[in-house]
């Protein structure tokens, strides 16, 4: 299984990124797949999650600026990142195989990817 995240770079505050994962080996079509980040001395934190059943979750922090989406047919999971501001910035770790129920969690997730890098500048 691999997953390869693509579409980070550098933006200015009040700017707009899209983040794209493409999955690989195996197809996650029963089971959330998500979104997190880093930041540099913190520790990888929750951003966004979409189930199967297109619920979709998302950190209080960037509620109503991203919204996370799937397309089956690519294996490929989105983060849309919108009014994007310095506080967003971090690597950005794409996350699928949550088999036990959660979605939020660093524990929940089996597969990640190697992560995209997103600096915002103010």
């Known amino acids: 299984v691999q997953l390869v995240e693509s579409g980070g770079g550098l933006v200015q505050a009040g700017g707009s990124l899209r983040l794209s994962c493409v999955a690989s080996g195996r197809t996650f079509s029963q089971s959330p797949m998500g979104w997190f980040r880093q930041a540099p001395g913190k520790d990888r934190e929750f951003v966004a999650a979409?189930?199967?059943?297109?619920?979709?979750y998302y950190a209080d922090s960037v509620k109503a600026r991203f919204t996370i989406s799937r397309d089956l047919a690519k294996n490929t999971l989105y983060l849309q990142m919108n009014n994007v501001k310095p506080e967003d910035t971090g690597v950005y770790y794409c996350?699928?195989?949550?088999?036990?129920?959660?979605?939020?969690?660093?524990?929940?997730?089996?597969?990640w990817g190697q992560g995209t890098l997103v600096t915002v500048s103010s």
């Open positions: 996350a699928a195989g949550a088999y036990s129920g959660g979605y939020s969690s660093t524990s929940d997730y089996k597969f």
């Open positions: 979409r189930r199967w059943d297109v619920t979709t």
